[in-house]
């Protein structure tokens, strides 16, 4: 069985979150505008095999074929792949540890949809209206429910046995975080899709550099707060990164976040601040700092 670390998975947009949304600004025009590939963009975006079957085996778990789901567009750029696993165990997955970390499943689409959606209200108020919550809610169910390709990218905390949080993360190569459609999101949003688009090509980072890993997202549901989960499942994050022979994990977090300490204790720094009035209008936030940890 052979592993792949990286893939260039071509989807377009935000997220269901902050990803998905981009592509469409960016990368769905260029790519649909091609001939070979015109025909298969009915959909959000064409999707093309590869013609090996390649498998990815992720935190040592049953492999799945995800072939159909990769895009044959650019040449891989491998990571380093680690031959041996390290022998310590993953955080979270300690035997009698109330907190358990897993892979996303698809009964978790609703939780992680609405706790997402719930720990970056701001954002979202901000882009699409604070009367359609709700509907950012089930346009995030719809999108990350049929983005099966990038779900290997969440994990979920479980608190005694109920979803508490989650977070995704993404190496070299990784793209948008999932299927985004505009007229579903219309559907749900009405005018406010305008301003979930422009949050999502704000805040989607596609560019992450070769041995990295970039921490998109982290949310733990505000019931759950100041038990220590969001600390575990950034050990977890550091755990994953070093088992795809990352050197580095990064993470964007706004300026004034809470959050800042939590990641300064776990030993990341600020690198550097960005923004502008794009990322303003578009999330409601015009400085936000690239924090990065070395591992
Ligand atoms: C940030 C977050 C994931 C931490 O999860 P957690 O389980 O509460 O974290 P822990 O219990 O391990 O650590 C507590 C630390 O989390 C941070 N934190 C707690 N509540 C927070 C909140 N509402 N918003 C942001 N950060 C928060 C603080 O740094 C806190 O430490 P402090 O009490 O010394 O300030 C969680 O609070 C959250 O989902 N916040 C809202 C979404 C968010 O801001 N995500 C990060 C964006 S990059």
Not at 64 to 86: F, G, H, K, N, W
Request: hydrophobic residues 35%; glycine residues 10%; contains cysteine.
């Amino acid at each position: 069985m052979r592993t792949v670390t990286v893939e260039r998975m071509q989807n377009s947009l935000t997220t269901h979150l902050l990803g998905a949304i981009v592509a469409v600004a960016r990368g769905r025009a260029s790519h649909c505008a091609s001939p070979e590939v015109k025909t298969q963009c009915d959909r959000p975006c064409g999707r093309q095999k590869l013609s090996a079957q390649e498998t990815y085996k992720f935190d040592g778990q049953k492999s799945r074929d995800i072939s159909r789901d990769i895009m044959a567009v650019e040449p891989v750029v491998a990571q380093p792949v680690m031959a041996e696993l390290p022998s310590e165990t993953a955080p979270g997955t300690e035997p009698g540890n109330p907190l358990q970390i897993r892979n996303m499943e698809a009964e978790d689409i609703e939780f992680v949809s609405r706790m997402l959606v719930d720990a970056f209200s701001d954002k979202f108020e901000h882009a699409v209206g604070k009367n359609r919550m709700e509907g950012a809610v089930q346009q995030t169910v719809a999108s990350l429910g049929r983005s099966q390709d990038v779900w290997h990218r969440y994990r979920v905390a479980v608190y005694e046995g109920r979803p508490a949080g989650a977070m995704a993360i993404k190496f070299h190569g990784d793209s948008a975080m999932g299927d985004f459609s505009c007229g579903e999101a219309c559907s749900f949003l009405g005018c406010g899709t305008c301003g979930l688009i422009c949050m999502g090509a704000a805040l989607e980072n596609d560019n992450i550099p070769v041995g990295q890993c970039y921490l998109d997202h982290i949310g733990v549901d505000a019931s759950f707060r100041g038990k220590g989960i969001g600390k575990v499942m950034l050990d977890r994050a550091d755990y994953e990164a070093r088992q795809h022979g990352c050197t580095a994990i990064f993470l964007w977090v706004k300026k004034g976040n809470r959050a800042v300490h939590l990641y300064e204790r776990q030993g990341y720094v600020i690198t550097h601040t960005f923004g502008g009035w794009f990322k303003r209008c578009a999330t409601g936030s015009r400085d936000w700092h690239n924090m990065e940890k070395q591992l």
